[in-house]
């Protein structure tokens, strides 16, 4: 299926070479702009494989009843985790931040945490910031350890995500973490500019 | 435009709230923005109780499951006998550490057993100590899933909008002026974790959320903003005529953490935990910042002021 989205999103890159640009990074020459479009239609094909394999997965489980207890929040959490971290046994950091989604990625937020401007954002986002933690994919995200803020600066720079997923910061790296699962899908190390 | 505001100095050891009370007890009045202090002395300015009024209450930084939040829970509950409020917003870190369901029971239903069993329902607001998936389905946090919501208060003309600030995403601040602008309410009261204005030494002020959610709330007239994230208690001077509370006290403690040179604080309160309880009437709003031992620690009176 990945596959398939992935041909699909490469055949609308080529009819809208600017598809995927995010807001406010702005494209530099036509070349260049034709390569990173070309990562970022990657990059939403493969978020976009997880995504539905995340809901066809959690479609399987009982439905949340409307009075919901912690208990039956967690048992489901867990569930979906263990569904996901089956189906994708061999997945790897990688697999969805690909390198040329990495490099991208990293250029994307180099814009964005440049000046004075780009200070306050990092330390907003440093603020009780989880820092250096052991992380591995399908794994949990880090219990009982504060979640990074993620400005809306950054996040006008980043592709959106379905809703399932979200960005988050632990240390300077930046993390793809999938909400219902609470489990991490992948990693960016040294996400912020040297 | 015009805001009234009138603060009490409180007494520390002073008896809170004699009420039931006569309406109109403001101690000192002066238009906005300016608060006019009140004299040394005097009395805290009571919550009127009056009939009809929304009475609610503000809490954050609390879910510890330690001593403080208990006597905290106490202090609420014993002023709930005097002043029946009728609902919570708490403005994030609900719980902290680790959020199974046993803990639950002992950061959050344990603590507020005597209000919970009197029927105040909490509505919550998540902070960045918020295990996210579970407690926007907790159904005693009334969040029905969502990480940011907003909702016509039982009584007056008010609307509270509960957002999310550690993931404020565009979708979030298109959501929030269409709600804004759709809203009725005369009252529009935003509460969340992350404060736009702060002294705290530790975190202080949020640049990056002012940028983006500070001009919404001035052009469709929002009054009052309620935060939390720096442990103490702190009521700003009116910044573009909005008063900002930070209430990060409920059950965490950052002691002597108020940098004063900010110039920002009109009031502040950091030794010991403080809750804020308020009371809408028509176009005022009287607050009280209740401190574990009881005593008011501040105290006074907002004028609403009118959309742009």
Redesign the interface.
């Known amino acids: 299926m990945a596959g398939t989205l992935f041909a699909l999103a490469v055949n609308i890159l080529l009819l809208a070479p600017t598809i995927g640009t995010p807001q406010g990074a702005a494209p530099a020459g036509g070349q260049k702009v034709n390569a990173d479009a070309r990562v970022m239609a990657d990059f939403e094909a493969r978020v976009k494989a997880y995504s539905d394999l995340h809901r066809k997965l959690e479609a399987t489980l009982p439905n949340l009843p409307k009075e919901t207890t912690p208990t039956q929040i967690s048992e489901h959490q867990v569930a979906l985790a263990q569904l996901i971290a089956h189906a994708r046994s061999g997945a790897q950091f990688g697999d969805i931040f690909t390198k040329e989604t990495r490099a991208l990625f990293r250029r994307y937020l180099a814009r964005v945490f440049v000046g004075p401007e780009g200070a306050k954002l990092k330390a907003v986002i440093m603020d009780e910031n989880p820092g250096k933690l052991q992380l591995h994919v399908n794994a949990r995200y880090p219990e009982s350890v504060p979640v990074s803020t993620v400005p809306t600066q950054v996040l006008q720079t980043l592709p959106k995500l379905p809703e399932d997923l979200e960005y988050r910061f632990i240390g300077d790296r930046l993390v793809l973490h999938d909400i219902h699962a609470d489990t991490i899908v992948d990693v960016i190390e040294n996400a912020f500019p040297k | 435009m015009r805001r009234t505001v009138a603060i009490g100095i409180a007494g520390l050891l002073a008896a809170f709230l004699s009420l039931p009370k006569a309406s109109g007890t403001i101690a000192a009045s002066a238009p906005a923005p300016q608060a006019a202090a009140q004299p040394a002395g005097e009395s805290p300015v009571d919550l009127p109780n009056r009939e009809g009024s929304l009475k609610f209450g503000v809490l954050g930084d609390f879910g510890t499951g330690k001593r403080p939040q208990y006597d905290m829970g106490a202090q609420m509950a014993k002023a709930h006998e005097r002043f029946p409020f009728e609902l919570v917003i708490t403005v994030g870190d609900n719980l902290y550490?680790?959020?199974?369901?046993r803990?639950?029971q002992t950061k959050f239903e344990e603590p507020y057993k005597a209000l919970l069993s009197a029927g105040v329902k909490f509505y919550a607001s998540l902070g960045?100590?918020d295990?996210?998936?579970?407690q926007r389905?907790?159904?005693l946090f009334n969040m029905d899933g969502k990480l940011y919501y907003s909702f016509k208060a039982p009584k007056q003309n008010v609307r509270f909008f509960a957002l999310d600030?550690?993931?404020?995403?565009?979708?979030e601040?298109a959501w929030l002026e269409k709600e804004l602008d759709g809203s009725n309410e005369g009252w529009k009261i935003p509460y969340f974790h992350?404060p736009l204005y702060s002294s705290g030494e530790r975190?202080g002020s949020?640049?990056?959320?002012s940028?983006?959610w500070e001009p919404l709330f001035v052009k469709y007239g929002v009054s009052v903003v309620f935060s939390g994230h720096d442990h103490f208690y702190e009521r700003t001077k009116p910044q573009k005529d909005i008063v900002y509370f930070v209430t990060g006290s409920g059950g965490q403690l950052r002691k002597g953490n108020i940098d004063r040179g900010t110039g920002l604080t009109s009031k502040g309160f950091d030794t010991d935990q403080a809750f804020l309880m308020a009371e809408i009437d028509r176009d005022e709003l009287f607050f009280n910042a209740i401190s574990r031992t009881g005593a008011v620690v501040d105290s006074g009176v907002i004028r609403r002021r009118k959309q742009e």
């Open positions: 550490g680790s959020q199974g369901p803990d639950f960045n100590h295990e996210r998936e579970v389905n907790y159904k600030s550690t993931y404020p995403d565009p979708a601040r992350h975190h949020t640049p990056t959320l940028t983006v």
